[in-house]
């Protein structure tokens, strides 16, 4: 599936058939160490990531890039159990990727779709560096909203690096309002990170809350 670019010039998502994410609209206001429980670490054959689980019958978000060509893929709990992952569904035009696995009875992350505002607090889980530290939380604010060449980004400064790809950006009642998928890491340019816009992961899989 590619996106379209409108003469806007944001790229739009194709057309696929809907799927629903059971119990989402259900998910409420958690403690963001509650939160951690529901992200968990990809492992592949050729790497790992983050996934955050967005359903309480096991629907994952992560990235495209995480998962890769592969039609299956593991996932490890925050208690270090790990389950078989089926892909599911990828958009290799917005880095997002849906994968499905056994829930074991944890409960879905909210989802805020909508508007961000610059300077508000944030919170991000994920895998940085691997599964050595899964459950990683780091803090910081939204420091912009971004276009960059047809796709639309929240930057902040909260920390992530390479194994944080798929894990979420949550705000201060842990709802996710982005997915993490790249970073500005050089000598002279540090916490400057992007994430998907929880509501273009949602529109480019065709997801829809239930």
């Not at 592969?70 to 389950?83: A, F, M, Q």
């Not at 560096?129 to 910081?140: H, I, R």
């Not at 842990?174 to 340019?189: F, K, L, N, Q, R």
Request: aromatic share 4%; charged share 20%.
């Amino acid at each position: 599936m590619r996106g379209t670019r409108p003469p806007d010039g944001i790229i739009a998502p194709g057309k696929q058939d809907k799927i629903a994410l059971a119990g989402s609209l259900k998910a409420g206001k958690r403690p963001i160490s509650d939160a951690v429980g529901s992200v968990v670490t990809v492992l592949t054959g050729s790497g790992s990531g983050s996934g955050d689980l967005v359903s309480n019958d096991g629907y994952m978000l992560t990235n495209a890039h995480v998962v890769g060509d592969e039609k299956s893929v593991r996932v490890r709990w925050s208690d270090g159990i790990e389950t078989v992952a089926e892909v599911v569904r990828v958009a290799k035009d917005r880095d997002i990727a849906l994968i499905k696995s056994n829930p074991r009875d944890r409960d879905p992350l909210a989802i805020k779709r909508g508007a961000v505002t610059p300077g508000a607090r944030v919170f991000a889980i994920g895998s940085p560096l691997g599964k050595a530290y899964q459950g990683t939380v780091s803090s910081g604010v939204v420091s912009a909203t971004r276009t960059i060449e047809g796709l639309r980004y929240i930057q902040s400064d909260v920390s992530i690096t390479h194994g944080s790809s798929g894990g979420a950006l949550l705000d201060e009642n842990g709802a996710v309002i982005g997915i993490a998928v790249s970073g500005v890491d050089t000598s002279y340019a540090t916490g400057i990170n992007f994430f998907i816009p929880i509501g273009d992961a949602m529109d480019f899989l065709n997801l829809e809350q239930n």
